[in-house]
């Protein structure tokens, strides 16, 4: 694996960033990192929705940062993506994800002619007829939804040689590879992105629930905007200046404290949520730390508020801590800046080598 490479390419709401990693003998080099701002409206609630605006941010991030190769992995998470947990009869895992349409209509909430497949195991059980049974993950997106992607990398001269998952992009990036296998803890990724946020829970990096909402640090900025009669721009500056503890200039501090509280408190809840079915779920083991990442994960507060709520203590996730940087051209201040955006494209990169 000397000298390979790869680039992670994640398509979010409100911008476009890459990772280039290469991968040594001993170690992974974050080789180059780069990011840049959509036009409101290209990216609905995770779904390209302008292929013409996708790519003309990412031809800027290509001729901006300087990537190496024009081959990429994309990952898609949103509404018209589904991760449920199935048990199918087994047989070789190739054969399966061929039967996967005439074996999982009645598991996904579209038709299965309209939607790209896959599935990945987690274990294998016996049914009580004595029968082998293979339980995994099912993933079921909508084909649509996933061309129109490939459509706008395509259109920025890129070739997408994998569609990824966001979901187990995040595991990769932020497993604790030292506790893989059996008896590893129990750990819930919370990657919050500015309209879509992924809860991934995993034991030892193999997934055992995914879900994506859709909600993410825009809604704050959003409700700051509506509630206290201001510009989109500057209610994203009001709530950045509250995470990092600064007072805002001619402007109720306690009113937007209120406003970005109440917001938060609901999205916590919803968080909460998800990780409750999961606890729900038969043969569920406990949480042992929920890890947080992602650009709407630095909202001030977020993380405290989590951990008193599941009782449990958060840790924000670190993607690059792992990783040897490389003459990224960025400096060690603005390293530490980006990477909780870093998460996902660098996850992506990873899954060249997994």
């Known amino acids: 694996m000397a000298g390979r490479s790869a680039i992670g390419l994640d398509i979010g709401t409100s911008g476009v960033r890459a990772a280039e990693l290469t991968f040594g003998k001993g170690d992974i080099t974050l080789e180059k990192f780069g990011q840049v701002a959509l036009p409101e409206g290209a990216v609905r609630d995770g779904e ?6 996708v790519a003309a941010a990412i031809k800027q991030l290509w001729a901006h ?22 048990d199918l009869p087994w047989m070789p895992l190739d054969e399966l994800r061929k039967s996967l349409p005439f074996q999982v209509q009645d598991f996904v909430p579209m038709p299965v002619e309209q939607a790209v497949l896959d599935f990945h195991p987690l274990e294998e059980i016996g049914a009580d007829n004595g029968s082998r049974v293979l339980r995994g993950l099912l993933v079921a997106a909508s084909r649509e939804m996933v061309n129109a992607s490939l459509a706008a990398v395509q259109q920025a ?19 604790d ?46 409700a700051v905007a509506e509630r206290m009669g201001v510009p989109q721009d500057q209610a994203e500056g009001l709530k ?61 507060g977020l993380a405290h508020r989590l951990q008193v709520t599941t009782r449990v203590p958060v840790e924000v996730g670190a993607p690059m801590k792992g990783l040897a940087v490389g003459r990224t051209g960025l400096s060690p201040e603005q390293i530490a800046f980006v990477e909780p955006l870093a998460a996902v494209p660098v996850g992506l990169a ?5």
């Open 48 to 53: 390209v929705v302008n292929p013409d605006a």
């Open 177 to 222: 590879v030292d506790h893989l296998g059996l008896g590893a803890p129990v750990e819930a990724l919370v990657d919050v992105g500015a309209r879509v946020t992924n809860i991934v829970v995993h034991q030892g990096g193999v997934p055992r629930f995914v879900r994506i909402l859709l909600m993410g640090g825009q809604d704050v900025t959003d």
């Open 240 to 300: 950045q200046q509250l995470g990092l503890g600064v007072a805002g200039d001619g402007m109720d501090v306690q009113a937007v404290q209120r406003v970005v509280e109440a917001v938060s408190a609901a999205f916590v809840d919803e968080i909460r949520g998800s990780l409750d079915y999961y606890l729900a779920s038969s043969g569920s083991a406990p949480i042992s730390r929920p890890v947080l990442t992602g650009g709407g994960g630095r909202l001030g």
């Open 65 to 86: 940062t300087k990537f190496s190769s024009k081959k990429v992995v994309i990952g898609v998470a949103n509404q018209k993506v589904v991760v449920r947990q199935v």
């Open 157 to 175: 001269g890129l070739t997408p040689v994998m569609v990824d998952l966001t979901s187990f992009a995040v595991i990769r990036a932020l497993a």
């Open 350 to 354: 990873l899954g060249v080598a997994s």
